[in-house]
């Protein structure tokens, strides 16, 4: 394992849905919209001090490529506007 196997890039909240299994679904985007992670997590385990974050640090490694332009613009759009108004550990 290199040293870039271990880097590490901040993200930022560009979506979040509920669904009727209780399960949210949060999405996490590069600033320039390129690079996403989606994680499912139940609505009772983002209470309290698990609550969803504005920004995480994710590996490299572990984001997908967006697939098409809209949503790459769509997502860097919503990272530059959570990036601008939000500390990256405030609670969302």
């Known amino acids: ?16 849905t509920f669904d009727d299994r ?6 996490y985007a590069t600033l320039d919209g390129e690079r996403y992670q989606r994680k499912e997590r139940s609505a009772t385990s983002l209470q309290g001090d698990s609550a969803a974050t504005a920004a ?9 490529p967006v697939p098409d332009a809209e949503t790459r613009e769509r997502y860097a759009t919503e990272a530059s506007r959570v990036a601008d ?8």
């Open 22 to 27: 209780n399960l949210v679904t949060l999405v």
């Open 85 to 92: 108004s939000t500390d990256p550990d405030e609670l969302i």
């Open 1 to 16: 394992m290199t040293e870039a196997d271990d880097e590490t890039v901040r993200c930022w909240l560009v979506e979040r």
């Open 56 to 64: 995480v640090d994710i590996e490299v490694t572990d984001l997908e």
